[in-house]
């Protein structure tokens, strides 16, 4: 038997981002439960708002009868915040953050970022499903591909720019779409958005960002080019929507995200938050299922667990963008991919954080290009990978084994949250290498490359 109390409130008013709004129906229906609306009753609830959610969401989602009127500043002078212990001992972590140019891998920063992150947010970010087995053998794998160096070859000059999906970058990287930024940073990711552009990298952009889909296209530089990853909505009006407003404001690309119908279960993001935000409105039995299970699933419920194959004519009939299915883990879902008329895949486990035990994408990626060339069906089809990528030489095995280009998602986090902009842009710096085909092996008909690392 699951018994519910809830504590019933008659009036409760919260300010966001200087503007107060009467909460009070609302307050049921929280996806994220009662106790953080009810913590911040009366109060200035910006910070903990805005990690978690655009700044538009309340005027999309709510009506606008909700919006009581602006408060005035001169009222908040006079509330002092005290530091609390975790916000001390942050500060003191980043007065002793190792300069920008001590950086010198990508791990380097996730040290950093480690030490200088709130626990929740550390918890969010660095979360696998399960015993994390597949997040960890993400990078593992590509412990166990090697290289076939080849000498007295003229390497003084060579062109790491290539075309993704037919925009140009600067070499075969993108940063992937990846959720909650301003977990990370007070800009959330319009750092990264700054960065890929400075760069010359491509952004996908998430559906699940802290800031609004608008924010990040506005903060682009000029020519550069963004994708956009797709959560489908069970309201398909929703979806529509985001995917023409996309098209209409430049984006190159539209992948859908097909790996998580139901956000797995990532048990170091749930410990976090049912230990900072226990939901005392709510008794339960063992059966009973709470929704402070971490801030994954407190954005996601929206998700259309009904998404399959015969949904992808809807999409092609709605928008000219190159559609690409996101989270395939194996070759015979690339295959229906081709076969669907889509224009290319993602090889992903959802960075180890949706099933453990689903297989990397670098381990797969030669089956995927084999059977795709044996079916006939690998001209004008792109395929991508992401998950583990640490070092150049991970990119370089990737696109030796006939991927487009890679996607990094935790790297670039870990950077942005300790050192912003800059943090980001030197991540990208240190992932770049130069390469170059030179010759076909006609006994593997599989491409032998030169690297040069920069």
Not at 159 to 184: E, H, N, Q, R, V
Request: proline residues 4%.
């Amino acid at each position: 038997m699951c018994v519910y109390m809830y504590i019933y409130v008659d009036d409760l008013w919260v300010i966001l981002h200087g503007k107060v709004y009467d909460l009070t129906y609302f307050l049921p229906e929280h996806p994220g439960g009662q106790k953080i609306i009810l913590k911040y009753a009366g109060k200035d609830a910006t910070s903990a708002f805005e990690p978690i959610h655009p700044i538009d969401i309340i005027t999309r989602l709510l009506p606008a009868e909700v919006c009581m009127g602006s408060i005035d500043p001169a009222a908040l002078k006079g509330a002092t915040k005290e530091e609390s212990e975790e916000d001390k001992l942050i500060r003191i972590a980043r007065e002793k953050m190792p300069r920008l140019e001590e950086m010198y891998n990508s791990f380097d920063f996730e040290s950093v970022a480690k030490r200088v992150m709130k626990p929740d947010a550390w918890a969010y970010y660095s979360s696998g499903a399960d015993d994390e087995i597949s997040m960890r053998e993400n990078h593992n794998a590509f412990h166990r591909i090697w290289l076939r160096p080849r000498v007295m070859v003229d390497v003084k000059h060579v062109d790491m720019s290539t075309t993704m999906l037919g925009c140009p970058a600067s070499f075969p990287l993108y940063i992937t779409a990846t959720a909650l930024g301003k977990l990370g940073h007070p800009e959330g990711e319009k750092v990264l958005t700054r960065a890929a552009g400075k760069t010359g990298i491509i952004q996908m952009i998430p559906t699940l960002a802290s800031c609004s889909f608008d924010e990040m296209v506005d903060a682009r530089l000029d020519k550069q080019n963004q994708w956009l990853q797709l959560y489908v909505n069970e309201d398909r009006n929703i979806t529509k929507h985001l995917v023409q407003h996309a098209e209409a404001r430049g984006i190159k690309g539209l992948f859908i995200t097909a790996d998580a119908p139901q956000l797995g279960r990532r048990e170091k993001d749930m410990r976090q938050k049912y230990a900072n935000e226990a939901p005392d409105e709510i008794t339960r039995s063992e059966m009973s299922m709470t929704r402070n299970e971490g801030a994954a699933r407190a954005i996601s419920t929206f998700i259309d667990p009904a998404l399959n194959w015969s949904d992808i004519p809807w999409f092609q009939s709605i928008t000219k963008m190159p559609i690409l299915i996101k989270g395939v883990q194996c070759a015979e879902d690339a295959v229906l991919a081709a076969k669907y008329g889509c224009q290319g895949v993602v090889l992903s486990n959802h960075g180890g954080r949706q099933l453990d035990f689903a297989p990397s994408s670098i381990e797969i990626l030669a089956e995927v290009m084999e059977t795709l060339k044996r079916e006939g069906l690998d001209k004008n089809f792109e395929v991508y990978i992401d998950g583990g990528i640490r070092r150049g030489s991970d990119i370089f095995k990737a696109i030796a084994l006939g991927a487009k280009g890679v996607g990094i998602g935790r790297p670039a986090l870990f950077a942005m949250s300790s050192y912003g902009d800059a943090g980001v842009e030197r991540l990208i710096s240190l992932f770049q290498v130069k390469y170059i085909v030179l010759q076909t092996n006609k006994h593997t008909n599989k491409y032998i490359h030169y690297l040069c690392i920069e």
